[in-house]
């Protein structure tokens, strides 16, 4: 892909991203009232930025903001960015393949009767296969990070640890 089309590619991206944010803070509110104070100060604690405040943006749109950037500041071949795709590819599979089991057993939840030895026993099988979908998905993004890395020169790792450095702040 020509750096033109990466770079509108990019952008729209940015702007998908920047109209969900403003649509999200819209209707964060839910129409409520609020006896909070609204002022535009600076100085007031909800204008300043929080740690981990991405994370109401679902996992499948931080990926795909993610691999918007590293194909941007990479400058990746059409090769490594067809390989880059398939990683995320195959992780976002990974993810909901985890996330279809969970909603499987929830479904079968609702079937029992509440507090019965039965539903007791599935609501500890959903809590473990929660902790073991989590510990499986933080190896899998070890494999990842180590797989994108793998396939990057030395300048465009380089730039990954960059790029690494600044989502994580």
């Not at 089309?5 to 009232?33: P, Q, R």
Request: proline share 2%.
């Amino acid at each position: 892909m020509n750096k033109t089309v990466n770079c509108t590619s990019v952008l729209l991206s940015a702007l998908i991203i920047a109209g969900a944010f403003s649509t999200y803070a819209v209707a964060h509110n839910h129409g409520a009232k609020s006896n909070k104070d609204t002022s535009c100060s600076p100085d007031t604690e909800s204008q300043k930025s929080k740690p981990g405040q991405h994370a109401a943006l679902s996992p499948n749109v931080l990926d795909e903001r993610m691999l918007a950037v590293l194909i941007y500041k990479l400058d990746l071949t059409d090769a490594q960015e067809e390989a880059l795709t398939d990683i995320f590819a195959q992780q976002k599979m990974q993810i909901q393949d985890q996330a279809g089991l969970i909603n499987n057993m929830l479904d079968e939840l609702v079937k029992l009767e509440p507090g019965s030895d039965l539903y007791n026993q599935q609501i500890d099988m959903i809590a473990q296969t929660r902790v073991d979908s989590w510990a499986n998905n933080m190896k899998e993004r070890g494999h990842m990070h180590a797989a994108i890395v793998s396939m990057l020169n030395g300048k465009q790792r380089a730039d990954f640890k960059k790029v690494i450095a600044e989502a994580r702040q």
